[in-house]
């Protein structure tokens, strides 16, 4: 077994046994080569980043369980295996950064594809797929994710 897998190992297993979302998101920021990480976050999910140095996270952002950042996809083998397409490893990895910027929570089981900016003070509600970018200050929820409301009105609506 390679050290970089051991290392993915020991992390999965301290985000494992760890309840304390504070402590995971220091964990993974000492522990992990992210392109960014800031402060303030928390981390609840146990899932390790496949390729962290893709995913820049801002200030006071909070990942909920099961969160899943996709950098990449696997189009370029299927595609190289096809024996009606050009073949010869013509097709390529594809990856891309996420962003995430300032004040933005992402809820329990979300995917964050490759290539998508979450703007600051956005909610990604629980079980959503993130494919597009998303503008400051909404929530989106759904499968694609889409605009259902406004991060001030859920802001003001739990204050009360």
Same mark, same amino acid.
């Given at each position: 077994? %390679?050290?970089?897998?051991? &290392?993915?190992?020991?992390?999965?297993?301290?985000?494992?046994? #760890? !309840?304390?979302? &504070?402590?995971?998101?220091?964990?993974? =920021?000492?522990?992990? !080569?992210?392109?960014?990480?800031?402060?303030? $976050?928390?981390?609840? #999910?146990?899932?390790?980043?496949?390729?962290?140095?893709?995913? *820049?996270?801002?200030?006071? @952002?909070?990942? *909920? %369980?099961?969160?899943?950042?996709?950098?990449?996809? /696997?189009?370029?083998?299927?595609? !190289?295996?096809?024996?009606?397409?050009?073949?010869?490893? /013509?097709? =390529?990895?594809?990856?891309?950064?996420?962003?995430?910027?300032?004040?933005?929570?992402?809820?329990?089981? #979300?995917?964050?594809?490759?290539? /998508? &900016?979450?703007?600051?003070?956005?909610?990604?509600?629980?079980? #959503? @797929? /993130?494919?597009?970018?998303?503008?400051?200050?909404? @929530?989106?929820?759904? $499968?694609?994710?889409?605009?259902?409301? &406004?991060?001030?009105?859920?802001?003001?609506?739990?204050? =009360?």
């Amino acid at each position: 077994m %390679t050290i970089k897998r051991l &290392k993915k190992l020991w992390m999965i297993a301290y985000l494992s046994l #760890s !309840n304390s979302g &504070k402590k995971k998101a220091q964990f993974l =920021k000492n522990h992990c !080569n992210f392109k960014r990480f800031g402060k303030n $976050n928390f981390w609840y #999910s146990r899932i390790v980043p496949a390729d962290p140095e893709r995913l *820049a996270i801002g200030n006071n @952002v909070k990942i *909920a %369980t099961e969160v899943y950042f996709c950098t990449h996809d /696997v189009l370029h083998d299927m595609f !190289n295996d096809d024996q009606t397409l050009v073949s010869g490893g /013509v097709y =390529k990895r594809y990856s891309d950064d996420i962003e995430i910027f300032d004040n933005v929570f992402i809820g329990a089981r #979300s995917t964050v594809m490759y290539g /998508v &900016k979450i703007g600051p003070n956005a909610i990604v509600a629980a079980n #959503s @797929v /993130v494919t597009r970018d998303v503008p400051d200050g909404v @929530v989106v929820g759904g $499968n694609p994710a889409k605009i259902i409301g &406004k991060y001030d009105a859920v802001a003001e609506k739990r204050r =009360k």
